[in-house]
């Protein structure tokens, strides 16, 4: 397994795979890895088989961290990431700087690619600069990397509808992976920032799942589509029980629009966004 650090670098060997007609598969993330990357790159290692290569990036973007988020103490552990990679089949590991991303140059680094329609709600209400960053980060990536598939877990699930209309509008040679969730026993979403939580923390975050299967048992018990007014009240409800919860929201929408809908039915996906206190957690689930 080679590990580049030089974002030319990156790109000329990416050429040379270009020539050689090899396909490429390519997972970025932001480092302090877990099984659920390791799912990820095993599912790049099928989709390209042994013949091809793939690629994985480690890269913490400033970009898409508000001046009050966790950029700072988000967490980092290489030479663990390293093995994970390694232990999953990784080919190559981009690990780039701020300075190989985001380069110095006359009057600042001011060229940023952004989705107008998608990245408004949910995460995009909640954080207003997020998708901006995420968007100008992987359009960065995909330029580097050329792949000729990407694979995103589906945790992140606004994050990878939107990148996918990034990746269609822009005419980008990108075919677009998108991996089930891998949880915890008790159903919590694999995620770098759980090792945030404090032990009482974590056993009360499980709260998301049982929100997500409350929601979803309750639609299949109806013989009618459920008015998201009941749905929000009981799942409120639900998440006030654990004393250090506080939900930033929770929505239900159509999944390929992520247009809202008032009554919910089973054709319908849900998310939503918990804090626990300092440490935001989100998730969602098909209904």
């Known amino acids: 397994m080679r590990v580049i650090r030089v974002a030319k670098k990156m790109q000329a060997l990416s050429r040379l795979w270009q020539g050689e007609k090899k396909q490429v598969g390519f997972v970025p993330t932001m480092g302090f890895l877990h099984a659920g990357h390791e799912s990820l790159i095993e599912a790049a290692r099928r989709r390209v088989r042994r013949q091809g290569v793939v690629v994985v990036s480690i890269y913490v973007n400033p970009t898409q961290f508000a001046a009050t988020e966790d950029l700072s103490r988000y967490p980092r552990n290489l030479e663990g990431d390293l093995r994970l ?5 990784a080919d190559v590991v981009f690990v780039p700087t701020d300075e190989e991303m985001y380069p110095i140059t006359e009057g600042g680094y001011s060229t940023f690619v952004s989705e107008s329609q998608l990245s408004q709600c949910m995460e995009g209400n909640s954080r207003p600069t997020h998708f901006r960053g995420v968007t100008t980060v992987v359009a960065k990536l995909f330029n580097l990397v050329q792949p000729t598939v990407a694979v995103f877990g589906a945790k992140d699930f606004q994050q990878s509808v939107v990148i996918g209309k990034m990746v269609r509008d822009l005419n980008m040679p990108v075919e677009m992976m998108v991996a089930p969730t891998m949880r915890e026993p008790d159903g919590l979403a694999m995620s770098s920032r759980n090792a945030y939580l404090t032990p009482t923390q974590r056993q009360q975050a499980g709260v998301l799942f049982q929100v997500i299967t409350w929601v979803r048992t309750c639609v299949h018990q109806s013989t009618k589509p459920v008015l998201v007014d009941i749905l929000r009240k009981e799942t409120q409800r639900l998440i006030n029980q654990q004393d250090e919860a506080q939900l930033d929201y929770i929505e239900f929408f159509k999944p ?12 319908h996906h849900v998310a939503l966004a918990v804090r626990f206190g300092s440490t935001r957690l989100i998730d969602n689930g098909s209904i």
Do not use: I, K, N
């Not at 390929?256 to 054709?267: G, N, Q």
């Open 85 to 89: 990679c390694r232990r999953a089949g």
């Open 256 to 267: 390929d629009s992520l247009e809202s809908v008032s009554r919910v039915w089973r054709s």
